[in-house]
């Protein structure tokens, strides 16, 4: 059952954790359905998300160079979130 995911208690003990989609052409959920229902279902909040979309950019196979700049980018499009 979905609602019996540790995602929440792995959030909250600060692991490293992401959030990420299967094969979206295949599944048709994108990762905007995936982020509501870590909100929703899950009950984990805006902030956090935000985090857990941040540790994804973290991990992201990048040159360092490109991976600074993505977090960058998400951090600014996050804070233009949190102010709405």
């Known amino acids: 059952e979905l609602a019996r995911h540790p995602l929440a ?3 909250q003990a600060g692991l490293n954790v992401t959030v990420n989609t299967d094969d ?3 599944s048709r959920i994108d990762l905007s359905d995936e982020y509501e229902l ?3 279902v899950l009950g984990v909040a ?3 998300l935000h985090w857990l979309i941040r540790n994804a ?3 992201a196979f990048l040159p360092q160079g490109e991976k600074a700049a993505l977090v960058s980018e998400i951090d600014k499009a996050l804070q233009g979130y949190q102010q709405r």
């Open 9 to 11: 208690a792995m959030v």
């Open 57 to 59: 950019a973290e991990a």
């Open 38 to 40: 870590v909100g929703e």
């Open 24 to 26: 979206p052409g295949i």
């Open 46 to 48: 805006p902030d956090a």
